[in-house]
């Protein structure tokens, strides 16, 4: 069964920084329209659906080079679960890279996967950029290597 989805989320938040880190929790409304080829009627993930989702997320200095960070979410709508963690070394603001663990799952489908992460954030920017790197597993046999780029932006 091949499966093809669009989806949106909207959510407000709530989080606090310092001086070695910060957190946020999330509370927000998540949609999403699935259609499956062949089309399989006892399949959860099948049509459209709407439901709420609550997301955390959280980084924190080990030391002026090492930091820890991770985020998770879960949406009620197919008990779908979504989580990462890293540890990164920057020994300077402008570049740092590191390992990432990521899972990710619902009713029907889980998965893991493990990489390598390089983040470089531009001088005198609030701009970063993440190239990531790894190695998924799946529990239905389609393995295989991952990749992406990722931006950010910081407030």
Same mark, same amino acid.
């Given at each position: ?9 909207? @959510? #407000?938040?709530?989080?606090?920084? @310092?001086?070695?880190?910060?957190? $946020? ?10 259609? #499956? $080829? ?7 993930? *099948?049509?459209? +659906? $709407?439901?709420?989702?609550? !997301? ?14 991770? /985020?998770?979410?879960?949406?009620? !709508? !197919?008990?779908? =679960? ?5 540890? /990164? ?30 983040? /470089? *954030? ?8 993440? #190239? ?5 597993? +799946?529990?239905?046999? =389609? ?13």
């Amino acid at each position: 069964v091949e499966a093809s989805a669009w989806g949106a989320e909207a @959510s #407000l938040g709530y989080g606090a920084s @310092s001086a070695n880190g910060w957190w $946020t929790v999330w509370l927000g409304v998540r949609h999403t329209d699935t259609d #499956l $080829t062949p089309d399989d009627p006892s399949a959860e993930a *099948r049509g459209s +659906q $709407t439901g709420a989702k609550v !997301q955390a997320e959280f980084e924190r200095a080990l030391s002026p080079a090492w930091r820890f960070g991770a /985020m998770g979410s879960y949406a009620n !709508q !197919q008990n779908g =679960y979504w989580g990462r963690a890293r540890l /990164m070394y920057g020994p300077t603001p402008v570049r740092s890279y590191g390992i990432e663990v990521v899972a990710n799952g619902n009713d029907e489908a889980d998965s893991t996967a493990t990489g390598l992460v390089l983040t /470089m *954030r531009p001088a005198e920017t609030k701009f970063t950029v993440s #190239l990531k790197a790894g190695y998924r597993f +799946q529990d239905d046999d =389609y393995d295989g290597a991952y990749g992406g780029v990722e931006f950010g932006y910081g407030f």
